[in-house]
């Protein structure tokens, strides 16, 4: 273990069973099964993570990296909650991963914008300028299944997104409650992008309305912007420098990564209350642990098919451009704040590097093949916005599928039917931003605290709020079918 790295504390997780010489095995070494793994290992748990290709090779290194809770999320107000909580985990998540592996993740968070393209769009923009980041304390949030579709438990006494229910998860350890800037351990300063900011209810800062005059340097390279809606609660980080990265920081932690190794099946026995999984059954043998995880991305519906039950998990195709900004785009890239626009967005690297991205294809199935008409498309939509940049080079294509739900909404929780089985699946859009939530959810979830409470790495304790835990259970698709749109 490297030096000045803390000694993992002793496992809570609890025994169910299990025999073999893990206390949680986990398929798939997309982000979310990395990070999952490295919470686990914080916990002082011995775990094993199973990938039948590479580390990352899924929708994980395709992604741009973007961290855009509250504009992503606009439609569903238990997503953009989710969301805010996971971006506040993302600084201390990303120093550890970077303290132990001594690697970057490329993290940044100086916010994202949102660029108005014309004068009803900035009107639209200002308005949304005027919303909280979280609902006040007295007024629950309605849960929603995509944008205005009742969800589970919507209306129901302690369901909605309280304010009360926000500070709580804030005074337990799942977000910061100092909203102050935070520094990565790559040494890059967190700051707002010299934009004012106040603080909403639950300690979010809440988005700004920039007028065109008021536009920072690295926002008023884009001719066409009639303002910004800046968000400063986003940000970035660099998925492929993020797998590495996590992948490093295991080996380091004791865990076992076992690229190249399929899930064929699984072996289960009775137990009070359900089944039980007694062990993965893969190319490389069979490997028992007490509990197991399915983080298999578009393949978790093979998996959860593999052991008896189902998931609604289908691909969305989803293709990204890299190439080299010219000398014209230089003061955006300085900024590092990622902007959406007409149909695109563009994501600076801190290398220098520029990605545009991304198409939504669920008609593609399981092609990942590159095609001219979509980079085509992005390529237009990008110089529309900014025109300097028909003088980028060229660097890249890169197609990924995304982890679709029929709600848009993360599946996080126990198993249908299994007393030591949980499933991390269908982030859709959203699977870097929501990775260290998610691992937060799945290690309380294996200390055996079916109520959502955990203690933490070094003191402390987490609580899953009641209603994420029922919104994102597997057992809510019961009825739905079995696609995406």
Not at 419 to 427: K, R, Y
Request: glycine share 14%; net charge neutral.
């Amino acid at each position: 273990m490297p030096s000045g790295t803390a000694s993992p504390t002793p496992s809570p997780i609890t025994d169910h069973g299990g025999s073999g010489p893990y206390d949680v095995a986990i398929a798939g070494a997309g982000v979310v099964g990395l990070a999952a793994a490295f919470e686990l290992a914080r916990h002082g748990a011995r775990v094993v993570v199973v990938e039948a290709d590479r580390p990352g090779s899924g929708a994980s290194t395709v992604a741009a990296g973007m961290l855009a809770p509250g504009h992503e999320a606009h439609a569903d107000p238990l997503l953009r909650e989710l969301g805010l909580h996971s971006h506040r985990l993302w600084p201390s998540f990303a120093e550890a991963v970077e303290r132990v592996s001594g690697l970057t993740t490329g993290y940044v968070g100086r916010g994202i914008a949102v660029l108005a393209t014309d004068p009803g769009e900035a009107d639209e923009l200002a308005a949304r300028a005027s919303e909280r980041a979280v609902p006040p304390p007295d007024r629950p949030a309605p849960s929603s299944q995509g944008a205005g579709t009742p969800g589970p438990g919507a209306g129901a006494p302690g369901t909605g997104a309280s304010g009360p229910a926000i500070r709580r998860a804030e005074q337990t350890g799942l977000a910061p409650a100092d909203p102050a800037p935070h520094r990565a351990g790559s040494g890059v300063e967190l700051s707002d992008a010299g934009c004012g900011v106040e603080l909403s209810d639950g300690g979010f800062r809440d988005p700004v309305w920039l007028a065109r005059e008021d536009l920072p340097a690295h926002l008023a390279v884009f001719p066409g912007a009639c303002g910004a809606l800046f968000f400063p609660e986003g940000g970035h980080v660099d998925p492929v420098a993020t797998v590495r990265a996590l992948a490093a920081a295991l080996a380091a932690s004791g865990v076992t990564l076992l690229p190249g190794t399929r899930v064929h099946g699984w072996r289960d026995e009775p137990a009070p209350g359900g089944r039980r999984l007694v062990a993965a059954l893969t190319t490389a043998g069979e490997i028992r642990a007490s509990w197991f995880v399915l983080a298999g991305g578009v393949y978790n519906a093979t998996l959860a098919a593999q052991a008896g039950f189902s998931l609604p998990v289908v691909p969305v195709k989803g293709q990204i451009l890299a190439v080299e900004p010219p000398a014209p785009v230089a003061a955006f890239v300085r900024g590092q704040v990622p902007v959406f626009g007409g149909s695109v967005y563009l994501v600076p690297r801190r290398d220098g590097r520029l990605l545009i991205g991304a198409t939504e294809e669920p008609e593609a199935g399981y092609d990942t093949g590159i095609t001219l008409g979509a980079v085509g498309r992005l390529a237009t939509a990008a110089q529309r916005l900014l025109p300097e940049l028909a003088g980028a080079r060229w660097l890249k294509a890169r197609a990924g599928l995304r982890p679709g739900t029929p709600d848009k909404r993360p599946i996080i929780g126990r198993a249908p039917g299994f007393v030591n089985a949980l499933v991390a699946a269908g982030h859709y859009r959203n699977g870097i931003l929501l990775a260290p939530l998610t691992a937060r959810i799945v290690a309380v979830l294996c200390a055996g605290k079916a109520s959502g409470r955990s203690a933490l790495p070094g003191g402390g304790e987490a609580v899953i709020p009641a209603h994420w835990l029922e919104a994102l259970r597997p057992e809510r698709f019961a009825q739905a079918p079995p696609t995406a749109s």
